[in-house]
């Protein structure tokens, strides 16, 4: 099963970005749709984003589409969130996973019992 870990979270003001980062290990990579999950201080984890095996396919969570970007590079074994004009309420920890797909076009909105998380990072927008 492939390991995740996140980098590039931390306080942002209101309007500004940030790039999220998720490296895998110890799987093949391009075999896992790629997705972002965030939780905000007592909600549920909800769906941000998520791409297909081959990049070519992506989804947005309503919240976010227009301001935020997902991506991958199946060289680097990586997937990417770009997050811009970023409000309070995107404030949440922000969770890499991994879902093996037999697709390589679908994405998805909701992580298998199977599917691999990174240990997120936190997201801080103030006003």
């Known amino acids: 099963q492939v390991q995740l870990v996140e980098s590039g979270g931390g306080l942002v003001q209101t309007g500004g970005s940030l790039r999220l980062s998720c490296a895998a290990s110890g799987g093949t990579f391009a075999l896992y749709a790629m997705g972002w999950f965030r939780q905000a201080p007592g909600k549920e984890r909800e769906f941000v984003a998520s791409?297909?095996?081959?990049?070519?396919?992506?989804d947005y969570a309503d919240s976010v589409k227009g301001r935020f970007t997902i991506s991958r590079d199946n060289a680097r074994n990586t997937a990417v969130l770009q997050m811009n004009s970023l409000k309070p309420e995107d404030s949440a920890v922000y969770y890499c996973?991994?879902?093996?797909?037999?697709?390589?076009?679908?994405?998805?909105?909701?992580?298998?019992?199977?599917?691999?998380w990174g240990q997120g990072t936190q997201v801080t927008v103030s006003l």
């Open positions: 791409i297909s095996r081959s990049g070519g396919s992506t």
């Open positions: 996973n991994a879902r093996l797909r037999a697709s390589a076009s679908s994405t998805y909105q909701s992580a298998s019992d199977s599917s691999s």
